[in-house]
């Protein structure tokens, strides 16, 4: 069976993915430290503002307000036992906006990190982590999600977790890590090793990617680093509008419009096929960047080089993909017999 | 297994055995860096010195690492944890031969934010640096800060931030301390994957420190001001 995104990626080759929540909802009033979810229940018109932010701006698929929504997260404001209730309510607000709005987009539900450390390293058990997640995605298929996303993961055992919980689920369902760490995850992931962990699960996701990271010029080089795998999975680009900056009480982030719709440009041209922005990205944003790659025709495939001149430089000078590293192993003594 | 080793710790000369730690902290050999602190005790080695010239020092090396993206987050963990078992044993020593101390940090997330990987990452290589560390977990509003660093006499404030919904929280933070008159008191540190040196200056703090290891040499630089500025 295919679903709308399936149906959507055939039909058009690429899709305009939403903004930012966390910088749109600050704009529509939430305080530093307040739950994003528990708008869902108590404002539920500026969630549905929100979406509506990414859907006339021309987004073909926008995330749902529930990115703390595992009970791990929700644990933080009380709100654990209602881990259900907060996902299919903020999936059938937005339910609710894609059908009064007439055109066609898709509702993901979007999943975050526990913000634990898995074992063996940390102690988060892979048993209770699919079951977060499972609690989480049921919700959102329940209130009528079109697919789940998941997001910003480091760790590829929580991503595998998140895979296992959703095939339980029976969902269609896309997933991004984040790469911030000298081009890698927090955990040590290249984007290489991320496209062999993705096709080596079972419940795998119909699209992989990055999101988040450190700015939109080391997500390209990830996903250079995908697509320079082959990959027939398409492949996902959500960056950060530039970098933040604490601007008269706000936080903002210095990526212009006109910049974002080169980075979406670039992404296409790199081989992503869902573009969209992460923090920082506003509906201005998305409007440039819709603009762009409906008027702009595909261009060759930019390398590391093109990317630096239109959008800065790199945070690191490596990502781990790299054939022959200027970065030497430290030399040592002697090789333990089983380290 | 020690039995399975092509290596005897115990065989070791002293020169040796320092080196071979700083290679099993390195690999996050958690019953070898047990093993070994041991037979330096028993060597008579001071606490002092062990801890310094063979874990600090190994400790040192990861972070070097950490920080030139060779090691990421899982060896570090693992080479803090074999780091802490080595700890257990010096902690007490220490405190009855009267080691000189570092500094004393207070670190926590701020409210709203539960991601506190990074700062357990801070407090256990500032913790292996020799600085005291008091963790008060995630998700703290400003009277919890208030609060720790009275309580716990402490130099440093560390805090950290992971989301664009929470980073500005941490001016709250430092507004208050700021009206409460006790700003200048402390150092304060801030990080988290999104910030950048300058929003950290933005917001008022004394420094960004954009990892665990850089946040030890910008802890040890502060303090090393701070003595100087005492017996000037």
Not at chain 1, 64 to 83: D, I, Q
Not at chain 2, 185 to 199: K, T
Request: charged residues 25%; contains cysteine; aromatic residues 6%.
């Amino acid at each position: 069976m295919t679903n709308l995104l399936e149906t959507m990626l055939a039909d058009r080759g690429w899709l305009l993915g939403d903004g930012a929540t966390g910088t749109n909802l600050f704009n529509l009033g939430l305080e530093a430290g307040e739950a994003p979810e528990l708008w869902n229940f108590d404002e539920p018109g500026k969630i549905k503002a929100l979406y509506e932010g990414a859907i006339y701006a021309g987004s073909d698929i926008f995330l749902t307000n529930t990115f703390g929504g595992n009970a791990s997260r929700l644990k933080l404001h009380g709100l654990e036992k209602r881990v259900h209730e907060v996902n299919k309510v903020a999936a059938e607000i937005g339910r609710e906006a894609v059908d009064a709005s007439g055109r066609q987009v898709i509702v993901a539900g979007s999943m975050g990190p526990t913000g634990e450390i898995m074992q063996p390293v940390g102690t988060l058990s892979h048993a209770d982590a699919v079951e977060m997640f499972e609690e989480q995605a049921r919700g959102l298929v329940d209130g009528g999600a079109d697919v789940l996303w998941v997001e910003t993961i480091s760790a590829p055992e929580e991503f595998a977790a998140a895979a296992e919980a959703i095939g339980r689920v029976g969902a269609p369902w896309v997933g991004t890590m984040s790469f911030d760490t000298a081009g890698r995850t927090m955990m040590g992931l290249t984007s290489v090793n991320m496209v062999e962990m993705v096709d080596g699960l079972d419940h795998a996701p119909i699209a992989f990617g990055a999101n988040c990271g450190v700015g939109a010029s080391d997500l390209l080089r990830t996903v250079l680093g995908f697509s320079s795998t082959k990959t027939k999975r398409p492949i996902v680009a959500k960056g950060n509008a530039g970098i933040p900056k604490y601007v008269d009480g706000h936080i903002h982030y210095d990526g212009t419009p006109e910049l974002m719709a080169e980075y979406a440009l670039l992404a296409r041209d790199a081989g992503a096929m869902i573009i969209g922005g992460c923090c920082g990205t506003m509906p201005v944003h998305l409007e440039k960047m819709r603009a762009a790659l409906e008027n702009t025709a595909p261009r060759p495939r930019p390398d590391l080089e093109a990317i630096t001149q239109a959008l800065g430089g790199f945070s690191s000078p490596e990502d781990g993909t790299e054939a022959k590293s200027a970065i030497a192993p430290r030399e040592r003594r002697r090789r333990r017999s089983q380290a | 297994m020690s039995e399975e080793d092509d290596i005897v710790l115990s065989e070791l000369p002293d020169d040796e055995l320092v080196q071979q730690m700083h290679d099993d902290l390195y690999d996050g050999l958690a019953d070898e860096i047990l093993e070994a602190v041991n037979i330096l005790l028993e060597r008579k080695w001071e606490p002092y010195k062990i801890l310094t010239e063979a874990l600090v020092e190994g400790m040192r090396i990861v972070g070097i690492d950490f920080r030139d993206g060779i090691l990421f987050v899982p060896e570090v963990l693992l080479a803090a944890n074999a780091m802490k078992g080595g700890m257990k044993i010096l902690k007490p020593l220490l405190a009855e031969t009267g080691a000189p101390r570092l500094g004393k940090m207070v670190i926590g997330t701020v409210k709203g934010d539960i991601h506190d990987i990074g700062q357990n990452l801070v407090t256990m290589m500032m913790e292996g640096a020799g600085f005291e560390v008091m963790n008060i977990g995630i998700n703290n509003p400003v009277e919890n800060y208030v609060d720790a660093l009275k309580e716990f006499d402490a130099d440093i404030l560390g805090m950290s931030a992971l989301l664009t919904t929470t980073m500005p929280y941490m001016k709250v933070v430092i507004d208050t301390m700021k009206d409460l008159g006790i700003r200048d008191d402390y150092v304060i540190l801030v990080g988290g994957a999104p910030l950048n040196e300058e929003f950290g200056k933005a917001i008022g703090a004394d420094a960004y420190c954009r990892d665990a290891a850089v946040a030890v040499e910008t802890a040890k630089e502060f303090m090393g001001r701070k003595h100087n500025q005492l017996s000037a």
